[in-house]
């Protein structure tokens, strides 16, 4: 079994049991779903939950993630603050399914910058097989059209929005970003992807942004789900 989804297993597994009656006491029940927060902002963060700091290791990079985080699902309050610095920058109430995986973008300073996906990732049913999305995180970007190698395209993605997994093969990929209708590329770059992997490639930063804000392109891993 994957090993965010043994880590989640085992969470449940425990929720149920602290549910359970013990001396006449009822434990409340709560319910737990996965969240990654993706950096796409310019700002080194840490990001709290009720108050509770949630990535304990290391702050998060501009392009960097939390990765996998288990976290009581329904409606919760998420802040975030700049690194070193003890005020919160952003506070939103976040509602997230249980038994979900989640991604949570932050693209700015404001409430308005940040979006969130239910990540619904290719089952791992075929030997070798590697897919990639693309999100639009970069808010004064407009419409984007991505290519990745010669067989997979996603045109005229709006800010916010998030692709769907297609397929592709491994290896060395030519990634192109352009502004929607224009025939000069304002990324391209190549991307080694490996076999048996599911690929998010994000757009963050601005046209014009400099240094930490530059417009460029991150990525994220994304585990397939088990057979």
Known sequence: MNTRYLVLFFVLVLAGLLSCKNNDNVFPKVSY??????????????????????????????AGNSGLKIVPSGLQNYQFKKAGRPDVLLSVPLNLTTNTF???????????????????????????????????AAPDAGNLDV????????????????SVFSFTGSGKKEVRIYLSGSA???????????????????????????????FNIGILINQLQPN
């Open 33 to 62: 779903t996965g969240i990654t927060v993706v950096n796409a902002s310019a700002d080194t963060l840490n990001f709290y939950l009720n108050g509770t700091r949630q990535n304990s290791a290391s702050s998060l990079f501009p």
């Open 102 to 136: 989640n991604s949570v973008y932050v693209t700015g300073e404001t409430a308005a910058s940040i979006f969130k996906t239910v990540d619904t990732i290719p089952p791992d049913t075929v030997p070798l097989i590697t897919s990639v999305r693309f999100v639009h």
């Open 147 to 162: 290519f990745v190698g010669d067989t997979v395209n996603f045109k005229a993605r709006a800010f916010k929005s998030t």
């Open 184 to 214: 000069i590329p304002i990324i391209d770059t190549p991307i080694i992807f490996q076999a048996n992997a599911a690929y998010t490639l994000f757009a963050k930063g601005l046209l014009n942004g400099k240094g930490n804000s530059a």
